[in-house]
């Protein structure tokens, strides 16, 4: 049964297609590629005479029967309006011709496309009626398309039955909810082919153009090295340079890709330079005599007949390193590429230059191999995309609910990704789960283990790629930029001597598990981790509270690893103690590499003081340094005492530091203690007030083992040994890292 009344049946199948196929056969369906170097406009290409123009045009062996079949447009034409008499030939007979005469109309369009597109000129030059053609042809087999699956649909008994009980239900949203899945079901699968389609051509078609870039380039380069020998071999001679001049236009008039045309400028400056001489101070003329060319000096713009000192140079520059021969020099401006290579005439002295020889092509004819290709695959991925949408929407009646189920985790897992990569949620295997739900056993099965392989690929390598490397390449970052971080470095004590007295496994899970720890506790702090070297991780804190955070996250790492030292005593295993230096202020971040391999990074002294604050410890015998910027931060809201007035390895400005005990609390009477008779000692040390100052430290250090005043009491024998000088402003000097 059919839902379409018979006399839009009639106006549509039997009246507006024949009259259709009528005009179509007449209409230019395409034109012949565009003359690069001949004014005259190219001829079109019809329908009706497509066998015999194709043979000229576009020749394929196997696809040249295929053209003949385009005389069965008028005949399906003729078959539509018999059907109009002649009321045995059902509805969908015609409609199956339709379909196939418009499949045939599409492909016969799209040759012409596919194999003289030479050019954006073409598509330029190309006339109203072409499109015209072209577009009423494909939104008529879209038309026909849908009504073929429709006709379909309503040929199931069990479709209709369904319809009908929704209908005396008054539940017609139920059929709306179903085809609201099957359009989502189709944005998924075509979503997905599209990336897929894209991404292939855009490979392809970048692997296409490197290799033809290349090969044209080792052809112009050889052109011109080839003119530079022909001059030096005729020294430079009217008679023998004009004959080769002469073959060269003959050879071009019938060359795949013909060059624009092959000048030779040389200098009339009487300053002699030769090429074994040439070095950074070399002083080039100015070349500007157009000794021979192909073209016609009359037509060559003024800034092609000379060459200047500069260009000069960095000719011979890309001479010398071998950067000629790879790729054109472009001219945006003239819209070419040209090819340039030394003119020399052997002396005794050397090879003496005098000019260049340019080989131009222009740009459009050098690239319009890459051009048709281009169009090619372009139009086949499209037509390949939409063919996709048809069998999609022809077959979602018997996939749509595993595809529901299957669009749903996939779209879990792409969010989960999305989320780690906006920063919304921290970046972790555990956040990018899939969970395989499809019970058939078939292709969707299939397709789901495969998409669960996927992410479990994506899930491995998760962990070895940074959080502002993996968000930073989501936005296609290129540029370093300054930004305000806050830096917290670790660093394990011990490390090498445990890596002695322990297997190589054992190690390593005894790394892992205290970077997990210290991971963990940074990102729950709103904190990244940039790197790890080692027994060493590097972290950041962006934000208006990144120094607060910071330190937090200091804090919780140092209760953490106390808890863990008790641990490793209770089971006799080596007792793990770390080392955090802090600091905040401006870096640059941004790419950080080689060419293959990048990492999003920060670098400036901001980070390097971190790092350097964190190695301090090791001297004090404190836990958590942090930078005087960070103390005026985090003042208000942790016990931090000033520890000393430093320079660090590497730098000559002297910087305050500071050890941050704990998070302020009301139960903080002992260390306000230690902070009070240290603070105290120390301005006493500054005065070189020695024996008040060592009183202090040693009332701290007798009662709460303080290491750092145990540091300055051995600091305060020295300076009664060896009194500082006169000007002493109490700075210490850190001789190591």
């Known amino acids: 049964m059919f839902k379409i009344e018979n006399k839009i049946k009639i106006l549509i199948f039997k009246i507006f297609l024949p009259v259709f196929c009528f005009i179509w056969f007449f209409l230019p369906s395409g034109m012949f590629p565009v003359n690069f170097f001949l004014q005259e406009p190219s001829s079109l290409i019809y329908p009706f005479n497509l066998p015999f123009s194709a043979k000229e045009a576009f020749y394929a062996p196997g696809a040249q029967i295929l053209y003949f079949l385009v005389y069965l447009v008028p005949l399906s034409a003729v078959f539509f309006v018999f059907s109009i008499f002649y009321k045995k030939i059902k509805t969908p007979w015609v409609y199956s011709t339709a379909l196939l005469t418009l499949s045939l109309m599409l492909f016969l369009n799209l040759n012409p496309l596919i194999h003289c597109a030479n050019s954006i000129n073409w598509f330029r030059e190309l006339p109203f009626p072409v499109y015209f053609s072209i577009i009423s042809v494909f939104i008529l087999h879209v038309f026909f398309s849908l009504y073929g699956i429709r006709l379909l649909r309503t040929r199931n008994e069990n479709f209709i039955d369904y319809e009908t009980y929704c209908r005396s239900q008054n539940q017609e949203e139920k059929p709306g909810k179903r085809n609201k899945i099957k359009t989502k079901l ?7 082919v599209f990336i897929l389609l894209f991404l292939f051509a855009f490979i392809l078609l970048s692997s296409y153009k490197k290799m033809l870039v290349e090969t044209l380039s080792d052809k112009g380069a050889i052109q011109a090295e080839q003119t530079s020998s022909v001059y030096n071999s005729s020294e430079g001679r009217y008679d023998k340079i004009a ?94 590429c040209k090819f340039v290579y030394p003119v020399t005439l052997s002396r005794p002295q ?11 092509y222009k740009q459009e ?30 077959i979602s009646d018997y996939i749509v609910n595993p595809l529901l189920f299957l669009r749903v985790n996939v779209r879990k897992a792409s969010d989960s990704l999305s989320e780690m990569m906006s920063g919304s949620t921290k970046i972790s295997p555990q956040n990018l789960i899939y969970n395989d739900v499809i019970k058939t056993r078939d292709e969707i099965k299939d397709l789901s283990l495969e998409i669960g392989n996927m992410v479990t690929v994506i899930r491995g390598i998760t962990p070895y790629i940074s959080a502002s490397t993996l968000r930073s390449a989501e936005k ?3 540029k370093s930029t300054g930004k305000e971080l806050c830096f917290l470095f670790t660093d394990i004590r011990g490390f090498t001597s445990l890596c002695e007295t322990l297997p190589p496994k054992e190690v390593v899970s005894i790394l892992n598990h205290y970077l997990d720890l210290e991971t963990e506790i940074i990102l729950n702090n709103g904190g990244d981790v940039d790197k790890f070297v080692g027994d060493e991780m590097m972290a950041f804190f962006s934000g208006a509270k990144k120094e607060y955070n910071a330190c937090k996250a200091a804090m919780e790492i140092r209760k953490v690893m106390a808890e863990e030292q008790k641990k490793s005593i209770a089971r006799g295993l080596p007792v793990i103690s770390i080392g955090i230096g802090i600091n905040t202020g401006k870096v640059v971040f941004g790419p950080v590499g080689s060419s293959t391999r990048k990492d999003f990074t920060s670098i400036g002294d901001t980070v390097n003081l971190a790092a350097r604050l964190e190695g301090a410890n090791k001297a004090y015998g404190s836990k958590s340094l942090v930078s005087e910027a960070v103390f005026e931060k985090v003042n208000s809201f942790f016990i931090c005492r000033e520890l000393d007035f430093i320079t660090v390895k ?3 400005k002297p910087v305050r530091i500071y050890e941050v005990l704990q998070i302020a609390t009301k139960s903080s009477e002992k260390l306000m203690e230690i902070k009070n008779l240290f603070e105290k000692g120390l301005g006493y040390y500054r005065k070189k007030n020695w024996d008040k100052a060592e009183s202090f430290f040693r009332e701290c250090n007798a009662k709460y083992q303080d290491k750092p005043s145990v540091v300055f009491l051995e600091r305060i024998q020295h300076f009664r040994q060896n009194p500082p000088p006169a000007k002493w402003n109490g700075v210490f000097k850190m001789e190591v890292k």
């Open 243 to 336: 004959a080769y001049f002469a073959s060269q236009r003959a050879g071009n008039a019938s060359a795949g890709i013909p060059f624009l045309r092959i000048d030779v400028i040389i200098t009339d400056s009487a300053r002699q330079i030769y090429l074994e001489n040439i070095d950074n101070g070399t002083e080039f003329p100015e070349y500007g005599v157009l000794a021979y060319t192909t073209g016609t000096p009359k037509n060559i713009p003024p800034e092609d007949k000379k060459i200047t000192s500069l260009q000069a140079a960095y000719f011979i520059k890309r001479f010398e390193n071998g950067t000629y021969n790879k790729e054109p020099i472009l001219d945006s401006q003239n819209q070419t």
């Open 350 to 360: 050397g090879k003496k230059l005098v000019g260049f020889s340019v080989v131009t």
């Open 650 to 652: 590497g730098k000559t």
């Open 186 to 192: 189709l944005v998924i699968l075509i979503g997905l």
């Open 476 to 478: 296609d970052s290129r």
């Open 365 to 394: 004819v050098f690239m319009y191999p890459y051009f048709q290709i281009k169009v090619c695959v372009f139009t086949v991925v499209i037509i390949f995309i939409y063919f996709s949408i048809l069998l999609t929407l022809f």
